[in-house]
C-alpha cells in the first residue's frame, strides 16, 4: 500500500498477531486487502484471505471495485472452506477456531514457508457463531500463540472504536502484537479516513493519525492530518 513507509520507520517482522480496528465504513477491509496484495507481489510469499461475513467472489468483486488487484500469490477463503473440513451444523458447541486454525495448518502444510501471512475478517463474526463468548475469548490466548508459532504475520479485523482518546482496551488487544485503528473524523462536513497505530511491538513507528483515501490503485495513506494525535 502506498504511504505505509511514513506510519512505520522500520520493517514490521513477522510472527505477528494485529487487530485493525474500527467502525463500519473505515475500509478495513481494504486496507487489510491492500497491505496483504502489496505485500505479497513484492515478495513473491503466499498470504491467505479468510472471510466469514461474505463469499470470497463477492469479497474479490468488492476490492475489484477499488483498484485492488489480489495478484497471483493471495488466496481468498470464506466459510464454504471451513465447513469442508467438518460437518458442521447448528450446535452451538462447535469450535470454530479450532476449525479456522484447522484450514489455517492445512494451507501452512501445503505452501510451507512461503506462506506468511493471513488476514481473518472478522472477529465479530468468529464470536457471533459461537453462544459462549466467555470462553472463547479465553481461547484467543492459545489462538494467537498458534498463529505466531506458524511464522504468520496475521492481522484480525474487529469492529471498534476510540472511546475518549482511548484505543479499545478488550482482551484481544492486550494479547496482540500490534493495534491499527481505522476512523473518520468530521471536519467542516467533509469526513475524512485516517489510520493511526495505538502499538506495535518491537517497531519504531508514527503515533500520529494519517489520512487515508481511495486512488487509482487502492488505497494510498497521506500525511498526518494537522490537530489530530
Not at 464454504?80 to 452451538?92: H, S
Not at 505466531?148 to 482511548?166: A, N, P, V, Y
Not at 471536519?187 to 503515533?207: L, P
Request: contains cysteine; proline residues 2%; aromatic residues 8%.
Amino acid at each position: 500500500m502506498s504511504g505505509l513507509e511514513k506510519l512505520f520507520r522500520n520493517d514490521v517482522d513477522a510472527p505477528k498477531v494485529v487487530l485493525v480496528i474500527g467502525p463500519p465504513g473505515s475500509m478495513k477491509t481494504s486496507f487489510c486487502f491492500s497491505v496483504m496484495s502489496k505485500h505479497l507481489s513484492s515478495s513473491g510469499d503466499i498470504g491467505m484471505y479468510l472471510t466469514l461475513e461474505e463469499t470470497s467472489e463477492s469479497h474479490g468483486k468488492n476490492m475489484k471495485s477499488l483498484g485492488i488487484d489480489a495478484g497471483r500469490n493471495l488466496f481468498m477463503s470464506d466459510f464454504t472452506d471451513i465447513r469442508e473440513l467438518e460437518m458442521v451444523g447448528e450446535d452451538a458447541s462447535t469450535d470454530y477456531i479450532a476449525l479456522i486454525e484447522r484450514l489455517v495448518r492445512n494451507f501452512k502444510q501445503k505452501h510451507g514457508k512461503a506462506f506468511t501471512m493471513l488476514t481473518i475478517d472478522s472477529l465479530g463474526a468468529l464470536y457471533s457463531l459461537m453462544e459462549d463468548n466467555v470462553s472463547l475469548r479465553k481461547s484467543m490466548y492459545h489462538f494467537f500463540k498458534n498463529l505466531r508459532e506458524m511464522g504468520l504475520f496475521t492481522m484480525l479485523i474487529m469492529e471498534g472504536s476510540i472511546s475518549d482518546g482511548k484505543f479499545y482496551g478488550g482482551t484481544e488487544a492486550f494479547l496482540s502484537d500490534g493495534v491499527i485503528y481505522l476512523g473518520m473524523d468530521s471536519n467542516r462536513g467533509k469526513i475524512t479516513r485516517f489510520v493511526q497505530i495505538g502499538k506495535m511491538r518491537a517497531c519504531d513507528h508514527s503515533m500520529e493519525r494519517h489520512a487515508l483515501e481511495v486512488g487509482r490503485g487502492g488505497l494510498q495513506i497521506l500525511g498526518p492530518m494537522l490537530g489530530n494525535m
